[in-house]
């Protein structure tokens, strides 16, 4: 028979996702919860399993810190010209049932080039890409959590000839952030030749390659690439930009531009040329009314 039970999240431990969540049944003999094949609705908040007998069940997260173990480095293609992209990827996986964090660096011949973070939950994995261009030419050692794979750069000459460059102007908005805010990296590209042509932009912190951006352009065409990140007080980033041939780099340390100043209001000043109109007209009308008025007394004696 089908057994469903319900549960509150507020009595699930903290770091244990819904998902993970099983049933259990009690066995004497063993001493011990023995654990079923289970169907989680985080919606309705219901756990399904299939049952034989009539026992004690229960629901039960298990909380065992996250571990994590990382394999199947893969290198394609193993063999590239300079400059060429070379895709590599790691499984990760959460052995732990509480959800965790882990950072991979991926070392080219014993230097740290790429950083990145896995965020799983417990008992989960994942595939990591990475993206690496090298212009060195020979046999090259990447290494990912203790596991190694080589590829090979030919050391044949780039035989394009366009170039692709930019201004030297990194712009960082917004202005006023606090650490850990999200703040934005522009750098505007050109391409100068007059046809379509490629490049790639890479951003890197304090020398690691964070992220790297393709781009395409036809001939004279500008465009801007952006960077989300976090900002970091001591943390120094680089905008590469490279082409078919050349390279240019343009930095911005202080991840901000000058505020501008806020304008002075213009000081008042007083019209006197209107303040003595006003008075004048004043005087003209209070004359017109006192003509007034005497002729009309005229007029009621004169009538008398």
Known sequence: MTIRLSYDDTQIPEGVSEEQLIIAIWYDYLQEWVRLDTTVDPINNI????VTHFTTYTIIAHTRPAAFTVSNLIINPPEA???????????????????GIYQ??????GEVAVVKSAHLDGNKSVTVPFSLYW??????????????ETFTIDTGEPTTPDTVITTNTVIATPI???????????????????E????RVSLKKDNILVETKEVTLDGGASQPVIFTILKETAASY?????????????????????????????????????????IAAGIIIGLVVAVIIARRKTQIKASR
């Open 104 to 109: 991979l660096e991926l070392k080219v011949d």
């Open 81 to 99: 010209a300079a400059d060429e992209r070379i895709d590599v990827s790691v499984l990760v996986s959460n052995t732990g049932d509480l959800t």
């Open 196 to 199: 379509q042509d490629k490049c």
């Open 47 to 50: 756990v399904t399993s299939e």
């Open 135 to 148: 212009d060195t030419g020979g046999i090259h050692t990447v290494t990912i959590a203790g596991l190694s």
């Open 238 to 278: 680089t905008v590469e930009i490279r082409g078919p041939a050349g390279v240019f780099t343009a930095e911005d340390t202080p991840l901000s531009i000058p505020q501008v100043p806020t304008p002075t209001p213009p000081t008042a000043t007083l019209n006197w040329w209107l303040i003595g109109g006003s």
């Open 176 to 194: 006023d952030i606090a650490n850990g805010e999200s703040v934005a990296i522009r750098v505007m590209i050109t391409n100068t030749s007059s």
